[in-house]
């Protein structure tokens, strides 16, 4: 085979796989997704930050591969590679590890609240012994102030004497 036929082949070949990471790619950010809920700004913002992403990506391969010349095999073979992707993975992927992740999660938060359960008691006991050691210290005040009061009104009454 010519050198010549053999990058062409190879330029569409990275074509094909350039569309199977496209798509893979994209199937993170729905899997994203699904395990964190968010409303159309910010899913708008994904796509548009993804699609330029992409944009930038396939850009590099065709100025790398083909010196910037737009080759429409080149979207052809991407987008084969996506329909391929499509074909073999389907929605499997997002809902398996959607799933497997969301479960993943789940245990982890369980652990950490079984980690920082005796914290938390600490927390709530400690909080208890301030407020308690405040109302002593709130009536400890009140009792100063009303001793200061009278002290304040005996000596006013022994100086308007005088």
Not at 2 to 19: A, C, W
Not at 22 to 36: E, G, P, V
Not at 91 to 97: A, D, I, Q
Not at 143 to 153: A, E, S
Request: glycine share 4%.
């Amino acid at each position: 085979m010519s050198h010549d036929i053999v990058q062409e082949v190879t330029f569409l070949l990275h074509s094909i796989l350039l569309g199977i990471v496209i798509t893979f790619a994209y199937d993170w950010i729905l899997i994203l997704r699904k395990l964190f809920r968010h409303g159309g700004f910010l899913t708008s913002l994904e796509d548009f930050l993804y699609w330029l992403v992409c944009g930038l990506v396939v850009f590099y391969v065709l100025y790398r591969e083909n010196s910037g010349v737009l080759r429409w095999f080149a979207v052809a073979g991407a987008a084969l590679g996506m329909l391929f992707y499509k074909a073999v993975v389907k929605n499997r992927f997002t809902n398996v590890m959607s799933t497997y992740i969301h479960k993943m999660m789940c245990f982890i938060f369980r652990l950490i609240q079984i980690v920082l359960k005796p914290v938390k008691s600490l927390f709530f006991a400690a909080r208890r012994f301030v407020r308690f050691w405040l109302s002593k210290l709130k009536k400890v005040r009140e009792f100063i102030k009303k001793r200061l009061t009278v002290f304040i009104k005996t000596l006013r009454m022994v100086l308007c004497k005088q």
